[in-house]
């Protein structure tokens, strides 16, 4: 489940760079869980009326989940990709899996030397992926916001693992995605007064439906599902594929060249999630 959430996700940083010279960030942000309330709503819409009373005894635990993971994490990311690279944004987003970590560990987890081990490994080999063997020495304003965004997702991922258990996966993603964007709404409509709405042509409303549909219903579901069943450390370790992913998606995608360096760093990537990522041997009794 977190594999297929990374992955769409890094498909997302191709459709999302579509969308920053044609549509403003909040609008991007709010059109796309739109689309994901439509495309969820035919699954969800019966299990949320149900669980209504549900809902609302957790009202502030969905409010809060809601506004880190729909209304302010990708607002963050769509804002700062107007003033930094997709490479510079990838590395940032490396901290994530390390908060995701040190908040199991607040929370009482006990992470153990192979995990801490792997996940180092992990986010050396994305830093050196990103940054081409060399750390930035200044941060842009898009890096900012960048590093924002990264404390928001490993804040909402840390929040999963207290869902209530009464409250259903759908339920929950439906009441998330409204909540989000009704949070996203006063700001929505703030952008359309100052810098005017956008062409709905194809090459908008492709990227916003593939984000919409893919990235925020599925991948929020496979996301939240991992979550539940591993924990945030441990999907936080698979997080790390992303950078990998990208890469491939622009190898593929657009031709370019990996070398050697990618190609080292990802064996480091996919090492350090192998070995973070893994259960230790359990002693019989």
């Given amino acids: ?18 969308l920053h010279d044609s549509v403003p960030p909040v609008q991007a942000a709010f059109w796309r869980w739109i689309v994901a309330l439509l495309a969820v709503a035919p699954l969800a ?10 809902l609302r005894r ?11 993971g729909v209304s302010v994490y990708n607002t963050l990311v769509n804002q700062a990709g107007l003033t930094t690279s997709a490479g510079n944004m990838g590395m940032i987003m490396a901290a994530s899996p390390v908060l995701m970590a040190l908040y199991e560990r607040i929370g009482g987890a006990r992470l153990g030397a192979r995990r801490v081990t792997g996940t180092l ?23 900012l916001w960048m590093l924002a965004a990264a404390v928001s997702f490993a804040s909402y991922s840390a929040l999963l693992k207290r869902r209530p258990a009464e409250l259903g996966g ?13 949070m996203l709404l006063p700001a929505h409509g703030i952008s359309l007064a100052v810098q005017g709405g956008f062409d709905p042509a194809v090459a908008t409303v492709g990227p916003l439906v593939y984000v919409g549909v893919l990235s925020s219903a599925v991948a929020f579901f496979a996301w939240n599902k991992a979550i539940a069943l591993i924990g945030a450390a441990r ?16 190898a593929v995608l657009l031709g370019e060249d990996l070398g050697v360096l990618g190609a080292a760093c990802m064996a480091l990537i996919l090492g350090g999630v192998a070995l973070a990522s893994a259960r230790g041997k359990r002693t019989a009794r």
């Fill in 121 to 143: 490994i992990a986010c050396a080999g994305v830093l050196l992926l990103v940054g081409e063997g060399a750390l930035p020495t200044t941060l842009a304003a898009g890096d």
């Fill in 45 to 54: 819409a019966r299990e949320t009326w149900r669980q209504r009373r549900v």
């Fill in 235 to 250: 999907a936080g370790a698979v997080y790390y594929l992303q950078p990998v992913c990208v890469a491939l998606l622009s």
């Fill in 1 to 18: 489940m977190a594999l297929v959430a990374t992955v769409v996700w890094s498909g997302s940083f191709v459709a999302s760079r579509a």
């Fill in 170 to 182: 759908l339920a929950f993603l439906f009441t998330t995605f409204a909540l989000g964007a009704l």
């Fill in 58 to 68: 957790h009202l502030g635990f969905v409010t809060l989940a809601a506004l880190l």
